[in-house]
């Protein structure tokens, strides 16, 4: 029997990776799309790297995208790709929408032009919600984007809707509350503050510059995520799911857990810092997961204090490994 193939896009970012190696272990041949740019930004996905088939691409060129299709034959393709950091969203407003959001069409139009029988995964975003309308937050609660990020992903969504209605592809979107790993990029805040935690551990940093401490968010562990996405392509239909754990934590407890992790006492470090501000914040995402529960099977395995010490101890061997005599 041949094996199934599926082509990731953004495959050299976080849930990339995990989301790769999952395929592996599931036998796939798994194709993954790069820009030329970060042709050489391999390090999440170095230890697989002889195993997958890398094929240069841009979201914002539509042309790469079918020559990517026609040279994956996959019958799945995970559209992870995106400008993901919502800080660098409203200085590069334009740029985040292009790929963000018209990346997104791009891609669904390239499927249907080369084989519309592809299952297409969009990776939407809680962000999409913003200034939430409902507590919990469900896949019919409606969306209030607060920054050119959500607004972005919100296109993304909707038209993975329209070419699954209009089309009858199998498109589908998971809306994925924030979802973390010793792989996140420094630039989020769980990765900032589990790296400042280890650094400061060793002696390396005398303190770690934060914004809001009182913002809220359903933090689960990117591994389990993308598992939920598997799953999703998997169901005779498509449909979208929330995916999250359903439980928040603020910024504060964050800091609590992982500084906690390496015996540190957290107030005697930490400094907020205006510039980490965001012009629009986000109060309070907590995601309902239980329709991604009933028709999946999914629930997340690792817990929130779970995931931040696995997160600390990765960055104290990093750290350790990178400043060894």
């Known amino acids: 029997m041949a094996k199934k193939r599926a082509l990731i896009t953004g495959i050299t970012g976080q849930d990339g990776s995990y989301l790769a190696e999952l395929l592996l272990e599931k036998g796939y041949d798994v194709y993954g799309l790069v820009r030329r740019s970060s042709m050489y930004n391999f390090e999440r ?11 240069t691409g841009d979201m914002s060129d539509q042309t790469s995208l079918i020559h990517a299709l026609n040279e994956s034959r996959p019958e799945e393709v995970y559209n992870l790709a995106a ?13 985040t929408g292009d790929v963000t959001g018209l990346g997104v069409t791009r891609m669904l139009d390239a499927i249907r032009a080369v084989n519309p029988e592809i299952r297409f995964y969009q990776a939407s975003s809680s962000e999409m919600f913003g200034k939430v309308q409902a507590v919990p937050q469900t896949e019919t609660t409606s969306f209030y ?29 998971g809306i994925l509350f924030n979802h973390e790993s010793p792989r996140r990029g420094l630039e989020f805040v769980t990765r900032k503050v589990t790296y400042h935690a280890a650094k400061i551990k060793l002696g390396l940093a005398n303190e770690m510059r934060i914004g809001n401490l009182d913002a809220r968010r359903d933090w689960g562990f990117a591994g389990d ?15 979208d799911y929330v995916i999250a754990t359903g439980k928040t934590h603020s910024v504060q407890r964050l800091i609590e857990v992982a500084f906690g992790a390496v015996d540190l006492d957290w107030t005697k470090y930490c400094v907020q810092d205006e510039r980490f501000m965001r012009p629009a914040e986000v109060d309070l995402l907590i995601g309902d997961p239980a329709k991604a529960k009933q028709d999946l ?13 696995m997160m600390v101890q990765a960055d104290l061997e ?7 005599p």
Do not use: C
Request: net charge neutral.
């Open 225 to 239: 995520y993308v598992e939920a996405m598997w799953l999703m392509l998997q169901q005779d239909k498509p449909d």
């Open 145 to 173: 984007p607060r920054s050119p990020y959500g607004v972005a992903k919100v296109y993304g969504h909707w038209i993975t809707v329209n070419y699954r209605e209009s089309y009858n592809m199998h498109a589908t979107s």
């Open 297 to 309: 099977g999914w629930e997340p395995k690792v817990s929130f204090e779970q995931l931040i010490e």
């Open 83 to 95: 400008q993901s950091f919502v800080q660098t969203s409203w200085p590069q407003p334009v740029f």
């Open 45 to 55: 996905i170095k230890h697989i790297q002889d195993q997958i088939n890398l094929i």
């Open 318 to 324: 990093r750290l350790r490994m990178e400043h060894r």
